[in-house]
């Protein structure tokens, strides 16, 4: 049987991350992280590792030529190493955003975003695969990008994974909601992280902390972000479905209300995730300033589930036509 490409290189990446774990005594994804260093600089960069353990990978990595392979193939293997790390140690926070949604948002970013050069940060990028599944997408476009994460080991992944598709973007492994000492950004894409945030004195600085008790660090996640993105800028979220349901709502409404034009709300399909209290959607906003005008009506839209194709391509027409009548 022959194997795709992807499979061809999860096969290479599992297989030596399983010999390095099992040597250095580490987690599967911490040797993913190696192992991925060793592909990014065709050596073996452990010194620690006994010589039949260095013969044993030299073999494997020699089955494959990593610049033969494509962007979105390299993206594609890690993202199923990760997952099978992930599924070890399930953590709320390391869930991975679903394929169907970062290609949503890369092409949403594309018919938005005109410009051939552009800026685009991602302050919560995890391991990187919705920054570079929307890079990917960006045809014939110069994208600078710059990720933040609190997490060493998923911005460690990040940056593998970053220079494995050869995309120049800038990590900072930090606390995302701390001072920001970055250029400010075009566009911003972001899987939010749920949930409360603990510092309560960082929080008191933002405009939406609670007024009582810990703020939610999603809506200081989407205060920071409109922060760091220029006036004009665009900034494409996915958020919890109660997003504007909870009892801390009415301050992110008043906040989003003054800096903000909402451009577009897109409820994702129930079938992507694993039950209907995860269900998400994808919040589209573009930051006020000189001569930016609110759409004449916000962009509503139900996705069905993305097997339906026929479905599928009946609402990125109603998409489409949207754009016609209000870009």
């Known amino acids: 049987m022959n194997s795709t490409p992807v499979e061809e290189l999860f096969t290479v990446f599992n297989e030596t991350a399983m010999i390095i774990q099992e040597e250095l005594a580490c987690t599967y994804l911490e040797a993913l992280a190696e192992t991925g260093e060793n592909i990014f600089h065709g050596s073996i960069l452990q010194e620690e590792l006994s010589e039949l353990t260095v013969k044993r990978l030299r073999k494997n990595y020699e089955t494959i030529q990593i610049e033969n392979y494509s962007k979105e193939e390299i993206r594609k293997s890690i993202q199923l190493a990760i997952l099978k790390g992930m599924n070890e140690l399930i953590q709320p926070n390391h869930q991975m955003t679903p394929d169907a949604v970062g290609l949503l948002i ?82 911003v894409v972001s899987d939010l992280p749920v949930g409360y945030y603990p510092n309560d004195l960082r929080a008191s600085e933002y405009e939406m902390k609670a007024d009582h ?55 994702l399909p129930h079938s992507i995730f694993k039950n209907e209290k995860a269900a998400k959607s994808i919040l589209i906003l573009q930051r006020k300033g000189e001569g930016v005008k609110p759409p004449k009506q916000v962009l509503l839209v139900h996705l069905p589930s993305l097997s339906k194709t026929a479905e599928v391509e009946k609402i990125l027409n109603k998409i489409e036509i949207w754009f016609k009548e209000n870009k």
């Open 106 to 187: 890369g092409y949403l970013v594309n018919k938005f975003v005109q410009k051939n050069e552009f800026r685009l940060l991602d302050p919560a990028v995890g391991t990187g695969n919705l920054l570079t599944t929307v890079i990917n997408q960006q045809q014939n476009k110069m994208v600078d990008a710059t990720g933040i994460d609190i997490d060493d080991i998923l911005i460690k992944l990040s940056y593998v994974n970053a220079n494995l598709q050869q995309h120049p973007i800038q990590f900072f492994n930090q606390d995302s909601l701390e001072p920001l000492f970055i250029n400010e950004a075009d566009v």
């Open 213 to 267: 008790g810990h703020t939610f660090a999603h809506h200081l996640f989407i205060e920071q972000s409109v922060r760091h993105v220029k006036e004009g800028g665009y900034l494409f979220f996915i958020v919890p479905n109660s997003l504007f349901e909870s009892e801390q709502a009415p301050k992110l409404h008043e906040y989003i209300k003054k800096y903000t034009n909402i451009q577009g709300l897109l409820q």
